[in-house]
Nanobody
């Protein structure tokens, strides 16, 4: 059974840092684009970052302000991807989801992802 499990969420003060990890199991995800999305209460799920399997390129969402520079996505090994989040703001509070897609070109779109984790809560206090 294919599975994605996120870890590393929690409560952090504004200006602090959190590193999220996503471990895949059940199959090899080396040829999958790995993405991170987030969903705040009463808001739609939105694209945060992705790293493609073919070129290793990284992409970031625009979430009120460009997160590139504050967030960094990396693939640690074939089945593990991380999201380093720095200079966190209260508006970064959300459930963060890891996802895997066989389509490296449509990494921003929720519908292109085939597998999803259960999510991990990140709460940033002011």
């Amino acid at each position: 059974q294919q599975q994605l499990v996120e870890s590393g969420g929690g409560l952090v003060q504004a200006g602090g840092s959190v590193r999220l990890s996503c471990r895949a199991s059940g199959r090899t995800f080396s040829r999958y684009t790995m993405g991170w999305f987030r969903q705040a209460p009463r808001k739609e799920r939105e694209f945060v970052a992705a790293t493609t399997w073919d070129t290793g390129s990284t992409y970031y969402g625009y979430l009120g302000d460009p997160v590139k520079g504050r967030f960094a996505v990396s693939r640690d090994d074939a089945n593990t991807v991380s999201l380093q989040m720095n200079s966190l703001k209260p508006e970064d509070t959300a459930v963060y989801y890891c996802a895997a897609s066989r389509d490296s070109g449509r990494y921003r779109f929720i519908t292109s992802y085939d597998y999803w984790g259960q999510g991990t809560q990140v709460t940033v206090s002011s």
